[in-house]
């Protein structure tokens, strides 16, 4: 099949929302044949994580499925996936060690490993993934330049609710309070963004201001929130260039993520 016919990829874990709608809409614009995975894939959860109440809407998911023109609707079996005997495993120790990887530590060794197999099954010739995951991006882009898997590899932007939290299957966790604080952790990061377009190249000094929105709310605990390279996921003492905000916070029992990219000042003069 793989000859021939350009083939684009969307790997879910379903309960689709708009920012899985937008990754299939900008699939189907570059390719002629489009898959869609939809997979709860066990080995990226922690033994204490969500994997038994994960949303699972398959109708729904379909359905969504069917409406934006996806060819195949791809919905492996845990069985399928990982038979017995199944043994081999992806890591990257480097840059799967940091911020997501420090609360879950073998997520991405479960995900690089299912985006492996998955690439193995479908062949596609390129793959879809949102900037949402900013880390997990990074993560498939170096596992696919690592291991020669062939794939183009396009990140879209994070599509966000009308009051900027950023859409996740996991929203769906929290209560109407939790859910009015959400957006404290893009305010947060917006804040950084601005202080960076304001000038403030001291990294730390971002990361204080990103702090100091959240600590505004005491039921928001700060996994963390860093100042980073968008290639290395380093933290930056000094901002230079352009440089990603990420964050995590637990909102009572739901853990949320985001990110924002933002280029600092003395780099967008030289443009
Ligand atoms: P998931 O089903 O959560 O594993 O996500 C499947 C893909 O959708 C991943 O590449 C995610 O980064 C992407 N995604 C999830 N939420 C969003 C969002 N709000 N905007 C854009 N992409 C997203």
Not at 42 to 57: H, I, S, V
Not at 121 to 145: C, N, T, Y
Not at 147 to 153: D, P, R, S, T
Not at 233 to 260: F, H, Q, S, Y
Request: include cysteine; charged fraction near 25%; proline fraction near 6%.
């Amino acid at each position: 099949m793989r000859e021939g016919v350009r083939i684009g990829f969307v790997p879910t874990m379903g309960a689709l929302h708009e920012g899985h709608r937008a990754l299939i809409r900008a699939a189907r614009l570059r390719c002629a044949a489009l898959v869609v995975s939809i997979f709860v894939n066990p080995t990226q959860f922690g033994p204490r994580e969500d994997l038994a109440k994960y949303p699972r809407p398959i109708r729904q998911d379909r359905a969504l499925c069917r409406k934006e023109g996806v060819d195949v609707c791809f919905e492996p079996t845990v069985e399928a996936m990982y038979p017995n005997g199944f043994q081999t495993m992806v890591t990257l120790p480097t840059i799967a060690r940091r911020w997501e990887g420090e609360a879950r530590p073998h997520h991405f060794s479960g995900v690089a490993t299912v985006v492996t197999k998955l690439f193995g099954m479908v062949r596609p010739h390129l793959a879809l993934f949102g900037q949402k995951d900013f880390q997990q991006s990074v993560v498939v882009r170096r596992l696919v330049q690592d291991l020669n898997l062939g794939v183009e590899i396009v990140v879209c932007p994070t599509v966000r609710e009308a009051d900027g939290l950023a859409m996740s299957s996991r929203n769906i966790y929290l209560s109407p309070d939790d859910r009015v604080r959400a957006t404290t952790l893009y305010k947060s990061l917006q804040t950084g963004a601005e202080a960076i377009r304001n000038g403030v190249v001291d990294g730390e000094a971002v990361r204080s201001a990103m702090a100091q929105v959240v600590k505004k709310e005491p039921a928001i605990t700060i996994d963390y929130l860093a100042v980073c390279d968008p290639t290395t996921l380093e933290p930056l003492p000094t901002v230079t260039g352009k440089v990603v905000l990420l964050g995590a916070v637990r909102i009572g029992p739901t853990r949320l993520i985001d990110n924002i990219l933002v280029v600092a000042k003395q780099a967008r003069r030289k443009f």
